[in-house]
């Protein structure tokens, strides 16, 4: 199911235009208007924070300023869960009147209570987490039942003329076949797929169960092999992409392709890492140390392969050598034969331990702005 014509000339327009003129450049923001889920998965880095943090919302007013101030032309709203988020379909709406491609990432818990909230769009999807079938969901959220909502959520979400798509995390462990005939079923519900390799946050409570990147490449070489080199199913993202993480291309992440904001601000340096946070986008982007970041720069990054990071610089390759794009679309995945070169790990600097000290001066400004007694759930 391609993009409407209006959203991809919108879309393609700009990456254009940017990377021809080499500039620094979002793709799509990251938003976090909250942090509060109604899951409590092992893999997520996002929701161990305390009360008086989860509490907090992104405003509408500071989510329009988020988007006006780095004019990135699409947004993928994420948390926590953005369906707890009473202003969520006023923000939706703001977005959409400014013409971006808006991409709204739910658990689908909320999904059947909340749709009617919010209206079909040619720039909106729903994009529904779901990590494989019944079983890998469910163990992958801890919570079992979770796949047979989200599965009602997205037959309810087509039959009401949505856009859909599911965002699927993959884990050690995932059996290659398994998620082939996962993605059959997502093809013939005409869903797209949203896939990543898992990335391990400092602060998830399982830290054993991620792909470092030699697992990931075999394990996607595998996983492609089953669907013709993955051309039988549809992705939203780049074929380049995909080519990448069956170890086909050695690519640097583009960091600032996919910044983040959340209620601590801009993070520094991108969605998966806790290393400051800037009050700015211009600030984020003339004070972050890119060269500091990156595989075979920083410890942090060394097994990380995730879309935010390298379908940016996936999409910019794709603009330079358009028939190399031509040739995967083409032809689909090389799934046998060697691997491109990997980056050399061993000049890494060290990983700094930094991830807490922004939660300490939330916390202290929070507490100096709203005493105990008047403290509430914000809505």
Not at 290 to 301: D, F, I, N, T
Not at 323 to 345: N, Y
């Amino acid at each position: 199911m391609a993009l409407p014509i209006s959203v991809l000339a919108r879309l393609g327009t700009y990456a254009v235009t940017k990377t021809l003129k080499r500039e620094r450049h979002p793709m799509v923001l990251m938003l976090e208007p909250l942090f509060r889920c109604n899951l409590a998965c092992k893999g997520c880095g996002k929701i161990d924070y305390p009360d008086e943090i989860l509490n907090q919302r992104l405003s509408y007013d500071q989510c329009m300023e988020a988007i006006d101030e780095c004019g990135a032309p699409a947004v993928s709203i994420a948390g926590g869960e953005p369906l707890l988020h009473r202003d969520m379909p006023r923000i939706v709406k703001g977005f959409l009147d400014r013409k971006k491609f808006v991409i709204f990432c739910t658990n689908a818990l909320l999904l059947k209570k909340k749709i009617d909230d919010y209206k079909p769009h040619p720039f909106f999807a729903w994009s529904i987490h779901l990590d494989g079938d019944r079983g890998m969901h469910d163990t992958a959220v801890s919570q079992d039942g979770t796949y047979d909502i989200a599965r009602e959520a997205i037959d309810l979400a087509i039959a009401k003329g949505f856009r859909v798509q599911v965002n699927c995390t993959v884990f050690d462990g995932a059996d290659p076949a398994r998620l082939a005939a996962f993605f059959d079923e997502m093809e013939t519900l005409g869903v797209e797929i949203t896939i990543s390799p898992g990335y391990a946050y400092e602060r998830a409570p399982d830290q054993a169960h991620f792909l470092n990147r030699e697992r990931t490449k075999q394990f996607f070489r595998d996983v492609f092999a089953r669907g013709r080199g993955g051309k039988a199913w549809s992705f939203t993202q780049s074929p380049l992409f995909l080519d990448f993480l069956a170890g086909n291309q050695s690519y640097e992440c583009t960091p600032w392709s996919m910044p983040l904001r959340n209620v601590f601000g801009w993070q520094k340096p991108c969605y998966l890492l806790n290393e400051g946070y800037a009050k700015s986008f211009g600030e984020l982007m003339a004070e972050t140390e890119w060269q500091a970041y990156g595989v075979g720069r920083y410890e942090k990054c060394a097994d990380c392969m995730v879309h935010c990071g390298f379908e940016g610089t996936a999409a910019a390759d794709a603009i330079r050598n358009p028939l190399k794009l031509a040739r995967v679309a083409i032809k689909g995945v090389r799934t046998e034969g060697p691997m491109a070169p990997d980056v050399d790990l061993s000049q890494a600097r060290p990983a700094a331990e930094t991830y807490s000290t922004h939660v300490e001066r939330e916390l202290a400004r929070i507490r100096a702005e709203q005493p105990a007694a008047k403290r509430r759930v914000a809505g």
